[in-house]
């Protein structure tokens, strides 16, 4: 069973669009979204989170959008660049017994064409 | 420093062998994590250690060992591993057990002959 579900598997996008990535969840109990970018052979790096009482944030080129009732959130990127160019994944929070935990998305992978 | 330092970054092994995987960070974080990834997948997680005990085990098979000798470094001993656990390792920490942003390494890429 998915926890978090993505789309776009695949995105090619030209130098200076928006990317838009959108995920959504079921589980209410999440309580923190974040975005991961990885690029080949690398580890992923935390890109950009938000958490459920806030519908909107903003880090230089990269927003997140969080839709609360309709369970859903998206990443864009605005002018991307082909630097940009990487796998791109969602995640949502949630607390247990233990440690906080963190379901991924299935991923995107994001083209920037010069 | 945020920086998670895995080794060796490429690992290959019989299916005989006896290997560890190694994860250090420095930046007094006292959650530390493994995952494993495989082509085109999300990572997974394997173990969790909170303040040097293993506090989450994601049903992983006992030929994977974790250990956690100490606040800084995370082990994962390997013995008889299958072909299909050939994958990324990825080691991560957070500031504490209670605190989502966790910081992952380049992980390991480990290849079962």
């Known amino acids: 069973q998915q926890q978090v579900k993505q789309s776009p598997q695949s995105l090619i996008v030209q130098k200076g669009g928006i990317s838009i990535i959108n995920c959504a969840y079921e589980n209410t109990a999440f309580d923190y979204f974040p975005w991961y970018q990885q690029f080949p052979g690398k580890g992923p790096a935390l890109l950009i989170a938000?958490?459920?009482?806030?519908s909107e944030k903003k880090e230089g080129r990269f927003t997140i959008s969080f839709n609360k009732s309709a369970k859903q959130f998206s990443l864009h990127i605005m002018d991307s660049q082909p630097g940009d160019s990487a796998t791109y994944f969602c995640?949502?929070?949630?607390?247990?017994?233990?440690?906080?935990?963190?379901?991924f998305g299935t991923g995107t992978r994001l083209t920037v064409i010069p | 420093d945020t920086e998670v330092t895995q080794t060796p970054k490429h690992l290959v092994m019989g299916m005989t062998n006896k290997k560890s995987l190694k994860c250090e960070q420095h930046?007094?974080?006292?959650?530390m994590y493994w995952y494993k990834q495989k082509a085109k997948k999300p990572p997974e997680l394997m173990f969790v250690y909170s303040y040097e005990k293993l506090s989450i085990n994601e049903s992983v098979p006992s030929r994977f060992s974790p250990e956690c000798p100490n606040s800084s470094l995370l082990n994962l001993h390997l013995h008889a591993l299958q072909p299909e656990d050939s994958a990324l390792y990825l080691c991560?920490?957070?500031?504490?057990?209670?605190?989502?942003?966790?910081?992952f390494g380049p992980g390991t890429r480990l290849t079962v002959t």
């Open positions: 995640a949502a929070g949630y607390r247990q017994t233990g440690a906080n935990n963190l379901f």
């Open positions: 930046m007094g974080h006292r959650a």
């Open positions: 991560a920490s957070s500031q504490d057990p209670v605190n989502y942003e966790q910081y």
């Open positions: 938000i958490r459920p009482d806030v």
